[in-house]
T-cell receptor, first 115, second 116 residues
C-alpha cells in the first residue's frame, strides 16, 4: 500500500487477556518503530527495528510487552496479561533506514481499550 | 533524560489570525527537531524538519525556528484557516552515534482550533 497500515483499528479486550497488534510498513522501509500514545499526551517510544532485529527496546514498559518482525517487514506488538493501564493508541511508523534525519511515516494507530 | 514541553496546551483563534506554538526541550544534544500534525483518529503527518545546524524552515504558511542552545523551537502559522485545526506535536531526535538515534521524543502537543 501507499502508507503504513495498522490492524485492527480498534481493539477492546478484557483485563488479563492477550492481544496482538499488527503493523505493515511502507514497502522498502527497513526501519520500523512502535510508539504508545495515552489520552492527552504525545507518543512515547516503545521499540524500533532495523531489519529483523530490535535495535532499541528501551521503551517497552515491562516484560508483558514484546514485539517481533521475523521477515523484516510486518511487525506484531504482543501484550500479555493486559491491564487497564495499557489502554492507549499504539502507533507504528516506518522509515527508509533508522538514521537520524530520516522522516518517519506514521500509521493511523490501533486504539486499545482494556476493560 | 530528554523532556519536551509544549505551550500552550490548547489554543483557539479566529480565522485569519497569525499564531505561534512553542516547544522546549531539556537536552540540547539533538540531531533534529520535527513538527507534526495529528488529526483525530489519524496518524501523524510530518510538517517541517529542522536540522540542528539550521535556524528555520518554511513550508507555505508554516515557519519553524530552532534555537538549539536555548532548547526552544517555535512554529508560526500565518493566516490561520479552519482546516488548520488539529493537534500539533514537536519531537526531537537525539544526536547520532548511539543506537537510540532513530527514536523520537515528543511533547504532549498543542490542540489548535481555528473557528470561522
Amino acid at each position: 500500500g501507499a502508507g503504513v497500515s495498522q490492524t485492527p483499528s480498534n481493539k477492546v479486550t478484557e483485563k488479563g487477556k492477550y492481544v496482538e497488534l499488527r503493523c505493515d510498513p511502507i514497502s522498502g522501509h527497513t526501519a520500523l518503530y512502535w510508539y504508545r500514545q495515552s489520552l492527552g499526551q504525545g507518543p512515547e517510544f516503545l521499540i524500533y527495528f532495523q531489519g529483523t532485529g530490535a535495535a532499541d527496546d528501551s521503551g517497552l514498559p515491562n516484560d508483558r510487552f514484546f514485539a517481533v518482525r521475523p521477515e523484516g517487514s510486518v511487525s506484531t506488538l504482543k501484550i500479555q496479561r493486559t491491564e487497564r493501564g495499557d489502554s492507549a493508541v499504539y502507533l507504528c511508523a516506518s522509515s527508509l533506514r533508522a538514521l537520524a534525519g530520516r522522516v518517519q511515516f506514521f500509521g493511523p494507530g490501533t486504539r486499545l481499550t482494556v476493560l | 533524560k530528554q523532556e519536551v514541553t509544549q505551550i500552550p496546551a490548547a489554543l483557539s483563534v479566529p480565522e485569519g489570525e497569525n499564531l505561534v506554538l512553542n516547544c522546549s526541550f531539556t537536552d540540547s544534544a539533538i540531531y533534529n527537531l520535527q513538527w507534526f500534525r495529528q488529526d483525530p483518529g489519524k496518524g501523524l503527518t510530518s510538517l517541517l524538519l529542522i536540522q540542528s545546524s539550521q535556524r528555520e524552515q518554511t513550508s507555505g504558511r508554516l515557519n519553524a525556528s530552532l534555537d538549539k542552545s536555548s532548547g526552544r523551537s517555535t512554529l508560526y502559522i500565518a493566516a490561520s484557516q479552519p482546516g488548520d485545526s488539529a493537534t500539533y506535536l514537536c519531537a526531537v531526535t537525539p544526536e547520532a552515534g548511539g543506537t537510540s538515534y532513530g527514536k523520537l521524543t515528543f511533547g504532549q502537543g498543542t490542540i489548535l482550533t481555528v473557528h470561522p
